[in-house]
């Protein structure tokens, strides 16, 4: 049996108190003595302000202790152990296992950057293990990162059943790399350095000349090229919003050095020809009808209306997908199509991770050093993965509050 905590939202961002700690004792089995139950949390990140308050848990109690962490783990009562699936020993198993996932993290902590940074910051208030994890339109994540009051400082949550489902229970090892590559987030979502403006970009929306994929499937491969190429007049942008490439260095072709620029805007330049270079091959060559459609059919029908190199140091990834939000929709072309336009950014200075689609293709370069054949097989496969249903999933809503610089 269990006391529920009362919770209370408010309609400004995301808050949620707790009211009085609840101690949850099972009858017979594994015991949570220790732990603490926390409230309902719900993480809002369809909030696109950099600085919003999307408050996580505000916990009573010192949770359970992870020796040598600066903060606690509690377990959650947001969803009913019943409702997810869990039983008792389910939830104490997915305590445990992060606890002990967290320890192996702390025994080599300079050999994962993004959780030494966090700790060094204190970027992380607290974990909480809910038994679902789920944001405000009710979709279940199996982590999310939440903004606390606290300037600078976060909370993570994690899904027991999503732990379960993977097969991470009682396998720390596991988890591990998985864990690890949330910290990205950890740090990035405590990070309270002002973002960078987004630079005004024209696109002439009702001349677009956008295409229906029927129309795509019959066009031979010059006229899918010269039909890119109006995108490029009217529509599809090749620079990042930010120039976050202004004043950076640049990599040639297959040599992972970079090159110091001559100019400002010089690696802005030379990135825009090589994506543009990219692009061109994606809609032109068999290959990637054959092998990647949705790429070739989501650069000419108005999907995709920016491609970009980019620079984000505080981002692991090598490529990531971003969909604007339903209420940002744009009317576009002649037939005045309704579209949730994409954006597909590669990261200039980051190495492929090792379960990328493309990461053979890039052969142990940085991004920024991949030649155009080699970034067309990136692009076309990110596309090909990614583009659907991207802003209702994983982490590219979060994403967006995570501005080049």
Not at 36 to 61: S, W
Request: proline share 6%; hydrophobic share 40%.
């Amino acid at each position: 049996m269990m006391n529920r905590l009362t919770t209370s939202r408010m309609q400004a961002g995301l808050v949620i108190r707790a009211c009085r700690p609840v101690v949850w004792t099972f009858c017979a089995g594994a015991l949570l003595c220790a732990l603490l139950f926390v409230p309902d949390t719900r993480a809002n990140h369809r909030d696109h302000q950099p600085h919003a308050d999307t408050e996580g848990p505000t916990v009573l109690g010192k949770g359970r202790e992870i020796p040598g962490a600066p903060f606690h783990v509690f377990l959650g009562t947001g969803t009913a152990a019943g409702d997810s699936g869990l039983n008792a020993a389910d939830l104490d198993a997915a305590v445990q296992t992060v606890i002990d996932t967290f320890t192996l993290m702390l025994q080599h902590r300079t050999d994962y950057p993004r959780f030494d940074e966090s700790l060094a910051k204190q970027a992380l208030k607290q974990v909480v293990i809910e038994p679902v994890v789920v944001n405000d339109e009710g979709k279940a994540f199996p982590f999310l990162v939440a903004r606390t009051k606290e300037p600078g400082r976060v909370t993570l949550l994690i899904s027991a059943s999503s732990l379960k489902d993977k097969g991470y229970l009682n396998h720390p090892d596991t988890l591990l790399p998985v864990l690890v590559r949330e910290f990205q987030w950890v740090v990035s979502k405590a990070d309270t350095a002002p973002k960078a403006k987004a630079v005004a970009v024209e696109r002439n929306l009702q001349k677009a000349p956008i295409l229906m994929d029927d129309e795509i499937a019959g066009l031979p491969a010059e006229e899918r090229a010269r039909s890119l190429q109006h995108l490029f007049d009217t529509y599809l942008r090749t620079v990042d919003d930010q120039r976050s490439l202004d004043g950076q260095p640049w990599y040639e072709a297959g040599k992972p050095t970079p090159i110091p620029p001559t100019h400002a805007d010089l690696s802005t330049k030379l990135y825009d020809i090589r994506i543009r270079e990219a692009l061109q091959k994606i809609v032109r060559e068999p290959y990637f009808r054959e092998q990647t459609p949705k790429a070739v059919r989501s650069l000419l029908n108005g999907t995709v209306w920016n491609v970009a190199y980019v620079k984000i140091d505080q981002r692991d990834w090598a490529t990531r997908t971003r969909v604007l939000s339903e209420e940002k929709t744009v009317v576009v072309g002649v037939r005045g199509q309704r579209i949730q336009p994409a954006a597909v950014l590669v990261n200039v200075h980051r190495l492929a991770a090792v379960d990328d689609p493309f990461y053979r293709d890039t052969q142990g370069l940085p991004m920024g050093a991949l030649s155009a054949d080699q970034l067309a097989r990136v692009i076309a496969l990110e596309i090909h993965h990614n583009i659907q249903e991207k802003s209702l999933s994983g982490h590219t809503a979060q994403d967006a509050l995570t501005a080049p610089r």
